[in-house]
């Protein structure tokens, strides 16, 4: 597994992710996520995340592979579902954001179980939810700085613009 995205409708159809959701499945830890919003000009990057700044974590899955040349490699990947209200204007796609008290059905469900977990593949409630623009900071991995949270003003659509 090389992607950082799973779509979690297809997890069990995809020889890639399959045997990742029914034995490792994880938590990853976010304070927030980005999507970006087509405008007309540059793609308008919003920061998502819940409206008290609270940690949540992200329903994922991980693997341990080795390369052609026998380097080992450990990677994970993000589920994704159909985006809540809050982002459906945005992106067609959000993370799994998975409810503190799920957790530990998410980590500890057997993988003779593991389609019994479909119920915890559905989008956020958005009204816990908040999001605001920020700037284009956050286009170059490396910026690393508060400035990428920053709020910004929204981008004006080059089409809106014209009339």
Request: aromatic share 10%.
């Amino acid at each position: 597994m090389a992607q950082i995205n799973a779509r979690s409708e297809t997890l069990l159809e995809k020889p890639a992710f399959k045997e990742s959701f029914e034995r490792r499945r994880c938590l990853i830890p976010a304070d927030g996520f980005y999507e970006w919003k087509r405008t007309g000009g540059p793609k308008q990057p919003f920061h998502f995340g819940m409206k008290d700044d609270s940690i949540f974590a992200f329903a994922g899955i991980w693997d341990r592979w080795r390369t052609s040349q026998g380097q080992l490699i450990e990677s994970c990947a993000i589920l994704t579902t159909t985006p809540n209200e809050l982002l459906s204007d945005v992106h067609n796609r959000m993370p799994v954001v998975l409810r503190a008290e799920d957790y530990q059905q998410w980590l500890e469900t057997p993988a003779s179980n593991c389609e019994r977990l479909g119920h915890l593949l559905i989008p956020f409630e958005a009204a816990v939810m908040r999001r605001y623009p920020v700037g284009l900071s956050v286009n170059d991995v490396e910026n690393d700085t508060p400035q990428c949270i920053q709020e910004v003003p929204e981008f004006i659509s080059a089409q809106a613009a014209l009339f």
